[in-house]
């Protein structure tokens, strides 16, 4: 039999404390069923997708969905004008722009929180030149900074992420800045410190875990905000280029038809909507659960 300390059973307990609650609230728990689903279409997609996304249906261009009159089962959701398949393409999506923007997110949370944890444990003149550096970007919005940075390379993807990486990193770091700073000049953690105890071990064990109902916050945000960004810079030419199929680069190539044929437009924005939804949903319920659990 195995010998655990009381702090590794205290961990333990801490963690099936969590997951009782969450199982308790229907919602919280559903949004992370959605979520795993999301992830399964991002790694798996391409495997359930029906045809290749580039390949070209001769005679079927601008087919309607199947729910509509004249569409086919085998087109679920239409064709496109050169007679691809939507519903396919749509599935290959989930890769270019939820991935891509889980990538984002992923980047900005762990670059972003290792700077932060530096920027909270030194006390030091570049540091706090870094904040006011900062702080000159929270002024300008974030698709505006990323729209200038991609001006600045050449159009692809892989570049729009990088613009959208480098506009989110400055907010995440300054929000756990600031709300780290806010939690050390709390009356408890400045009588812990009148006390003796250490900035660093006041920092992991007091700080660090009145910090993860902002994390969760914010990389939910930092989640939808790269999933819009990526299709904004996709749909204006500085993002993913044709014939990818990435939802922004999908509406853009489609939007002349917008009249003729309104589903190759409209069903690339439902994806989007899905996918923020989920996000948005995923985030309000694990805060919602963290709140219940510390209370």
């Given at each position: 039999?195995?010998?655990?300390?009381?702090?590794?059973?205290?961990?333990?307990?801490?963690?099936?404390?969590?997951?009782r609650l969450l199982r308790k609230d229907a919602l919280a728990l559903t949004s992370v069923y959605f979520f795993v689903l999301?992830?399964?279409?991002?790694l798996l997609g391409h495997l359930i997708a029906p045809y290749?996304?580039?390949?070209?249906f001769i005679g079927l261009e601008l087919l309607p969905p199947s729910w509509n009159n004249g569409g086919e089962i085998a087109h679920f959701m239409g064709t496109d004008d050169l007679g691809r398949d939507i519903f396919s393409r749509i599935l290959h999506g989930f890769y270019y722009t939820a991935g891509s923007a889980l990538l984002i997110t992923l980047s900005v949370g762990v670059l972003g929180g290792i700077i932060g944890v530096f920027a909270v444990t030194k006390k030091s003149r570049s540091v706090f030149l870094l904040s006011h550096l900062f702080d000159t970007f929270l002024v300008t919005p974030?698709?505006?900074?990323?729209?200038?940075?991609?001006t600045l390379l050449e159009p692809s993807l892989t570049n729009a992420c990088l613009a959208i990486f480098l506009a989110m990193l400055p907010h995440f770091i300054h929000k756990l800045y600031q709300t780290s700073q806010h939690e050390l000049e709390r009356e408890y953690v400045v009588t812990l410190r009148l006390d003796g105890a250490k900035r660093w071990d006041l920092i992991k064990d007091v700080i660090f875990p009145n910090l993860t109902v902002t994390v969760i916050k914010e990389l939910s945000h930092i989640f939808v905000i790269a999933t819009l960004d990526i299709s904004a810079l996709s749909f204006i030419s500085l993002g993913a280029k044709s014939p990818t199929p990435e939802w922004?680069?999908?509406?853009?190539?489609?939007?002349?038809?917008?009249?003729?044929a309104p589903w190759a437009v409209i069903l690339p924005g439902l994806a989007i909507t899905f996918v923020i939804f989920i996000v948005t949903m995923l985030g309000n319920g694990l805060v919602r659960?963290?709140?219940?659990?510390?209370?």
């Open positions: 039999m195995l010998n655990k300390d009381p702090e590794q059973f205290r961990e333990t307990e801490h963690v099936n404390q969590f997951f999301l992830l399964v279409l991002i290749d996304t580039n390949k070209e974030i698709l505006l900074i990323a729209i200038i940075i991609a922004g680069a999908m509406i853009r190539d489609s939007f002349e038809l917008i009249y003729i659960v963290l709140k219940k659990y510390r209370y």
